[in-house]
């Protein structure tokens, strides 16, 4: 799973602040559903604080997460823009600050700055990427390779990823047994340190010659 940023793509770090500027954001506490799939976009979100998963669920109640979203991120615009029914669902990992924008807001945001737009289809383009990643991941891809390559993704910058054994085995297509088998190697291994709800990289570089090996067994 790949995580999409602003940064990622090489975008001002405040790109998407213009959207704050003028409408108050809304607060919501951790695991307060955002939206719902299958329902109509009538806006998208921008972000200020917090942590946001967007997720697909199957009829049987099988979970499979998309993205997590950090500050400053857009999130929720592909069907706002082309006024289809959600795909995904989005709900907050922490306590947020969001401010929805809506078309009156988007307008009148690219107005004034042309370039948002360009950098808005840059954004959607790379959620295109994204999810070829994805789809990359789950048929070619052994565990340990992507488990590896969650956790570098989603870690902030003192190596820190909040998830628990669920969200990684929801996110890379996983059995939570095999999710934690590969946790506990690791953390025997002074490669990781495992905590409620978080994981702590110790040797990020192990990590990351794990993405590197095509020999990756789980």
Same mark, same amino acid.
């Given at each position: 799973?790949?995580?999409?940023?602003?940064? %990622?793509?090489?975008?001002?770090?405040?790109?998407? /602040?213009?959207?704050?500027?003028? @409408?108050?954001?809304? @607060?919501?506490?951790?695991?307060?559903?955002?939206?719902?799939?299958?329902?109509?976009?009538?806006?998208?979100?921008?972000?200020?604080?917090?942590?946001?998963?967007?997720?697909?669920?199957?009829?049987?109640?099988?979970? *499979?997460?998309?993205?997590?979203?950090?500050?400053?991120?857009?999130?929720?615009?592909?069907?706002?823009?082309?006024?289809?029914?959600?795909?995904?669902?989005? &709900?907050?990992?922490?306590?947020?600050?969001?401010?929805?924008?809506?078309?009156?807001?988007?307008? /009148?945001?690219?107005?004034?700055?042309?370039?948002?737009?360009?950098? &808005?289809?840059?954004?959607?383009?790379?959620?295109?990427?994204?999810?070829?990643?994805?789809?990359?991941?789950?048929?070619? @891809?052994?565990?340990?390779?992507?488990?590896?390559?969650?956790?570098?993704?989603?870690?902030?910058?003192?190596?820190?990823?909040?998830?628990?054994?669920?969200?990684?085995?929801? %996110?890379?297509?996983?059995? *939570?047994?095999?999710?934690?088998?590969?946790?506990?190697?690791?953390?025997?291994?002074?490669?990781?340190?495992?905590?409620?709800? %978080?994981?702590?990289?110790?040797?990020?570089?192990?990590?990351?010659?794990?993405?590197?090996?095509?020999?990756?067994?789980?």
């Amino acid at each position: 799973m790949e995580s999409l940023s602003h940064n %990622s793509m090489g975008l001002p770090a405040q790109i998407w /602040q213009p959207f704050a500027e003028h @409408r108050a954001a809304i @607060r919501c506490p951790a695991g307060f559903l955002i939206y719902l799939q299958g329902t109509e976009a009538t806006c998208f979100y921008y972000l200020k604080e917090g942590r946001v998963k967007s997720y697909i669920q199957s009829e049987n109640g099988g979970e *499979r997460v998309l993205n997590i979203y950090g500050p400053g991120s857009l999130f929720g615009e592909a069907s706002f823009l082309d006024e289809l029914p959600r795909v995904s669902s989005a &709900m907050a990992l922490t306590p947020c600050q969001l401010v929805p924008i809506d078309r009156e807001l988007v307008t /009148q945001e690219i107005a004034r700055d042309p370039k948002l737009a360009l950098a &808005m289809l840059k954004y959607l383009a790379r959620t295109v990427r994204l999810l070829s990643g994805q789809v990359d991941q789950m048929a070619f @891809r052994p565990a340990k390779w992507r488990v590896a390559r969650y956790l570098l993704t989603l870690a902030d910058s003192q190596g820190t990823v909040l998830c628990t054994q669920d969200d990684v085995a929801a %996110s890379v297509s996983v059995s *939570r047994v095999t999710v934690s088998r590969i946790l506990n190697r690791l953390a025997r291994d002074g490669v990781l340190q495992l905590g409620y709800r %978080s994981v702590q990289l110790l040797k990020p570089e192990q990590l990351e010659q794990i993405c590197f090996s095509e020999s990756s067994e789980e």
